[in-house]
């Protein structure tokens, strides 16, 4: 008798009891906690910025990313690199572009002195030099992404091809 | 089918949700302590609209609250292409169909769309408060930490209800097994309840490993430009990112504030020989920079962090809070509120057990020479193991009023 209520509940609902119950009192904690978000500011303003966030990144960030990966993957295919002989060279590549692209992600209100007079009046000083880091920083992880494909590729030629 | 990637599967989400726990448990436990530092009752919150939840004790060593808010700041940005990662490894959940299966898959959804929604707010509005830029027009606090009890919650709760579905890849493709694949062995997972693993799936480009790899690559390159403004000394320049990481001279005062002098609108006029520090107790006493510097001295290295995570270790020497209370016989547990020459600032009150502790002092030079007007001269407050803005600079009145 139990056991028939119970896959009836699984059946008709999808998932264990607990699963509901788990749910209820996340959802409910969750309705308090965005109460006092809304305090915060304008509800609209901050909805929008939820909303958007989450809508930005699954609809927008994700498929750019994912379409720039398969343009860049099908454009080297079509070079002439002889890339028969070392291991491929694409990581290499991906490794650098993706950090620095985090990197620009992350540090890109100072590196595009968005908030450059706030800054200034905060620190005394205007923050002019984090493009150039930036740009530093980038050539770096291409020189060193560079460094190891080089390894490998010496060590791929060194061992007898199987 | 848009999602073909090969190394997308329950494992690779499992590896990555599994990396998170203890990178999101360590950023929300270290960002609740900032939070009890701020408005827990020993040091009685400066805007007082957010309820004190826990007390906190300056019992500690005085770097500890350096060392969380470093630890919450730094993660924090760490832990970025981690998030995104395991984003990307979801993504073809969202464009599963149906798209409600049951009552069971609808609220999982709706929790999903908070639980990103929340993560992505949670991230952003830390990275600007970090970089001192409000792009919004809306409370930082408010948000961020009630944004992190929404995003806590829903965190908890998808993590628990995933715990059989990564059980289940761990038994069945081994915990560490998929890291030996290179990418010539690597094959896609088959096909799973969730959707996950792609039904039509691409040749692969790079291995789960080396995923993993640029994404730990990443957060290590994040650390590398990051933690150097919390760690301070030689490390400070290392930071070639950070908003506090530039080193201007070798000089005594030459290390970061978080707001200048000019910023606080104090003039040179505000601070010349006509300053005074008034010393209210249960009777008032008018102290001269001279009178102050010729009283017993006390050298103490304190740290002073800030929220934004950025923190800086020196020299200070002044004259004990300790003292002064005695001199003007402060009532028994009586709370002191600094007062600042800053225009219309009004500054938290600090609990007797913070004042009376002997490393509090009213500091008057720094690294043995006067501190600089951007530090705060004639003369501030510095603490032990709390919150940067307690410190406060350019006092001209401390007040030890009963509780």
């Known amino acids: 008798m139990r056991r028939g209520l119970r896959l009836g509940f ?74 028969r002989t070392g291991p491929p060279v694409i990581n290499h590549v991906r490794a650098p572009v993706v950090i620095s692209a985090l990197l620009l992600l992350i540090y890109f209100p100072l590196i595009s002195q968005r908030n450059d007079r706030w800054f200034f009046d905060l620190s005394g000083h205007y923050p002019t030099q984090y493009l150039r880091n930036w740009l530093l920083i980038t050539a770096v992880l291409f020189l060193g992404s560079g460094l190891i494909y080089m390894v490998r590729y010496v060590h791929a030629r060194a061992r007898p091809a199987r | 089918m848009f999602w073909r990637s090969p190394i997308r599967g329950p494992w690779l989400t499992s590896v990555l949700g599994t990396l998170l726990v203890p990178a999101i448990t360590v ?24 309820p004190a939840l826990f007390h906190f004790t300056a019992s500690w060593p005085s770097w500890s609250y350096a060392a969380t808010q470093g630890m919450h700041v730094t993660l924090g940005m760490m832990v970025f ?3 995104l990662a395991k984003l990307w490894s979801v993504m073809p959940k969202l464009f599963q169909r149906p798209v409600i299966k049951s009552v069971a898959g609808a609220l999982e959804r709706i929790s999903l769309l908070g639980l990103v929604a929340s993560v992505l707010v949670e991230l952003a509005t830390g990275m600007c408060m970090m970089q001192d830029w409000t792009p919004g027009n ?17 965190f908890v709760l998808h993590a628990c ?5 990564m059980r289940r890849a761990y038994r069945e493709r081994g915990v560490l097994k998929p890291m030996m694949e290179g990418v010539s062995q690597t094959k896609p997972e088959p096909l799973d309840e969730g959707g996950l693993a792609p039904i039509n799936p691409a040749a692969p480009t790079i291995s789960r490993r080396g995923l993993l790899a640029m994404v730990g690559g990443a957060s290590l390159t994040i650390f590398a430009v990051q933690a150097g403004e919390s760690l301070g000394g030689p ?11 530039r ?17 606080a609108e104090i003039t040179s006029a505000m601070t010349g020989t006509d300053w ?29 962090a800030c929220t934004d995570g950025w923190s800086t270790t020196q020299h200070w020497t002044g004259v004990p809070l300790a003292t002064l209370a005695r001199l003007v016989d402060a009532p028994q547990g009586a709370i002191l509120r600094p007062v600042s020459l800053e225009p219309g600032v009004t500054s938290a009150a600090l609990s007797s057990s913070l004042y009376s502790d002997s490393r509090s002092l009213l500091a008057l030079r720094v690294n043995g020479v006067d501190i600089s007007l951007d530090h705060g001269y004639p003369a501030r407050v510095t603490l032990p193991d709390v919150p940067g803005t307690l410190n406060v600079k350019w006092v001209r009145e401390l007040r030890f009023e009963a509780a």
């Open chain 2, 235 to 245: 490390f400070r320049r290392l930071a070639l990112l950070a908003p506090r990481g």
């Open chain 2, 27 to 50: 950023i929300a436990l270290t960002g609740f302590i900032d939070h009890w530092a701020h408005y827990g009752n020993d040091s009685v919150g400066p805007a007082g609209d957010i």
């Open chain 2, 138 to 154: 809306f409370n930082f606090t408010t948000v961020h930490y009630y944004g992190a009890w929404l995003f806590g919650t829903l």
């Open chain 2, 276 to 304: 005074r520090l008034t010393v209210v107790g249960a009777r008032s006493i008018s102290f001269s920079r001279q009178q102050l510097l010729a009283m017993a001295q006390s050298t103490r290295t304190l740290t002073i």
């Open chain 1, 10 to 83: 699984r059946r008709r609902y999808g998932a264990s009891p607990l699963h509901l119950l788990a749910h209820l009192v996340g959802f409910a904690i969750v309705a308090v906690a965005l109460d006092r978000v809304f305090s915060g500011g304008d509800m609209k303003e901050l909805l929008v910025w939820y909303l958007g966030f989450a809508i930005a990144h699954d609809l927008v960030f994700v498929p750019a990313y994912t379409g720039l990966d398969r343009v860049f993957r099908a454009t080297i295919a079509r070079l002439p690199l002889r890339t």
């Open chain 2, 81 to 83: 292409p981690l998030v």
């Open chain 2, 161 to 165: 209800i995933k715990l059989p579905v």
């Open chain 2, 247 to 263: 080193v201007f001279g070798t000089g005594p005062n030459d290390f970061p504030v978080t707001r200048t002098a000019a910023s």
